[in-house]
T-cell receptor, first 115, second 113 residues
Framework: EAGVAQSPRYKIIEKRQSVAFWCNPI?????LYWYQQILGQGPKLLIQ????????DSQLPKDRFSAERLKGVDSTLKIQPAKLEDSAVYLC?????????????FGSGTRLTVV | AQSVTQLGSHVSVSEGALVLLRCNYS??????LFWYVQYPNQGLQLLLK??????LVKGINGFEAEFKKSETSFHLTKPSAHMSDAAEYFC???????????FGTGTKLQVIP
């Protein structure tokens, strides 16, 4: 089966600019996650979708970050305006189950550098 | 609240030696526990998971982990390290609904020829 697709792989922007990332989960996976991984740290959950509804966005900086998952399939994550501290790898993951204990399938991530 | 602590941000072993990566967890309910591996410039790949069945869990690439409730630990082991095992390893815990998962800070494994 095809994996989780993310684009772009790399992005360099200046601070205060905007940027968007795209994720296409594994077909049929109802649950989709966006994680932020800062260099030297573990991934931090930004937002979790169940189909096209938001389950958890408690750690999403809503003044600058937004995400949507139209039709319960693809998702986009946007940052506007970007700050230097947003430099990180943004990982998308999906899962077929809603219950606990099911591992995720991750995409390769988008590496964002804000200069 | 849930958390994991990975002891040692960097671990070096000789090729053929035992690999031991340490993880301790904190959870208010019986946890589900995971180990993921991340190769350079790639996403995370699930190595193995504990879901309250057998306490000794076998994963891919010869890795295994043992859940020890009394020690709140879930250490990852492999009897004999290969050069291809060099990567970063993340321990993770889930104790909430909707699969909320918290990751540790990771351990970079270096394998010395």
């Amino acid at each position: 089966e095809a994996g989780v697709a993310q684009s772009p792989r790399y992005k360099i922007i200046e601070k205060r600019q905007s940027v968007a990332f795209w994720c296409n989960p594994i077909s049929g996976h109802a649950t989709l996650y966006w994680y932020q991984q800062i260099l030297g740290q573990g991934p931090k959950l930004l937002i979790q979708f169940q189909n096209n509804g938001v389950v958890d966005d408690s750690q999403l900086p809503k003044d600058r970050f937004s995400a949507e998952r139209l039709k319960g399939v693809d998702s986009t994550l946007k940052i506007q305006p970007a700050k230097l501290e947003d430099s990180a790898v943004y990982l998308c993951a999906s899962s077929s189950e809603t219950g606990r204990g099911h591992g995720y399938t991750f995409g390769s991530g988008t590496r964002l550098t804000v200069v | 609240a849930q958390s994991v602590t990975q002891l040692g941000s960097h671990v070096s072993v000789s090729e053929g030696a035992l690999v031991l990566l340490r993880c301790n967890y904190s959870s208010s309910v019986p946890p589900y526990l995971f180990w993921y591996v991340q190769y350079p410039n790639q996403g995370l790949q699930l190595l193995l998971k504990y879901t309250s069945a057998a306490t000794l869990v076998k994963g891919i690439n010869g890795f295994e982990a043992e859940f020890k409730k009394s020690e709140t630990s879930f250490h990852l082991t492999k009897p004999s390290a290969h050069m291809s095992d060099a990567a970063e390893y993340f321990c993770a815990v889930s104790s909430g609904g909707y699969q909320k998962v918290t990751f540790g800070t990771g351990t970079k494994l270096q394998v010395i020829p």
